[in-house]
């Protein structure tokens, strides 16, 4: 079964431009969840996503916006890009509710990142 | 508030030996628990979790960690630790009685074991 994946793996942008990253769930998840990484600030959430609704949201201003599709697919909007919106962004998506064994559907599986460069 | 802490941001181990890695948290309910590894310019990697029975939980790669009510602590252990092993290890908590599906991780801390 295919892991998460997500696109671009790297971007280049300048500030005040916006931004689209996308993740692909683990086929049979149903929820995806998003968090920023940066050196300063660890790991921070973003929000949830789980049947097309948000479900849960960071502490983040409102530039930050997400969405779900049918499909699960997921994608984070970033606009206005400021220069401490260079992190590396993570997906992460769980079955909930979805295919897998009841032990996983709590467990977080993780894509390998977007590393977003403002300049 | 629910929160994760580990205190160390740093751990160094010598090859062999055995590791220790901390993790205490702070939940309203009962916790979900977990442990990822990260490696350089990669995602997070799922390691082990515990959600309910057995204090002691066996991971991936020889990990290993136990539950601690009383201590509210998860710490994460491995018999004998190898080069390979260095990477940045993050735990995080669910509480899934207070109705909110937020995963909160801790800041991570970096294992360097030497060979």
């Known amino acids: 079964k295919a892991g998460v994946t997500q696109t671009p793996r790297y971007l280049i942008k300048t500030r005040g431009q916006q931004v689209t990253l996308s993740c692909s769930p683990i086929?049979?998840?149903?929820?995806v969840s998003w968090y920023q990484q940066t050196p300063g600030q660890g790991l921070q959430f973003l929000f949830e996503?789980?049947?097309?609704?948000?479900?849960n949201k960071g502490n983040f201003p409102g530039r930050f916006s997400g969405r779900q599709f049918s499909n699960s697919r997921s994608e984070m909007n970033v606009s206005t890009l400021e220069l401490g919106d260079s992190a590396l962004y993570l997906c992460?998506?769980?079955?909930?509710?979805?295919?897998?064994?009841?032990?996983?559907?709590?467990?977080?599986?993780f894509g390998p990142g977007t590393r977003l460069l403002v300049l | 508030a629910q929160s994760v802490a580990q205190p160390e941001d740093q751990v160094n181990v010598a090859e062999g030996n055995p590791l220790t890695v901390k993790c205490t948290y702070s939940?309203?309910?009962?916790?979900?628990l977990f442990w990822y590894v990260q490696y350089p310019n990669r995602g997070l990697q799922f390691l082990l979790k515990y959600i309910t029975g057995d204090n002691l939980v066996k991971g991936s790669y020889g990990f290993e960690a136990e539950f601690n009510k009383s201590q509210t602590s998860f710490h994460l252990k491995k018999p004998s630790a190898l080069v390979s092993d260095s990477a940045l290890y993050f735990c995080a908590v669910r509480d899934i009685s207070a109705g909110t599906y937020k995963y909160i991780f801790g800041t991570g801390t970096r294992l360097k074991v030497l060979a």
């Open positions: 992460a998506s769980t079955p909930l509710g979805g295919q897998g064994a009841a032990g996983d559907q709590e467990t977080q599986y």
């Open positions: 939940v309203s309910g009962n916790p979900y």
């Open positions: 086929s049979g998840h149903r929820s």
């Open positions: 996503y789980f049947s097309e609704t948000q479900r």
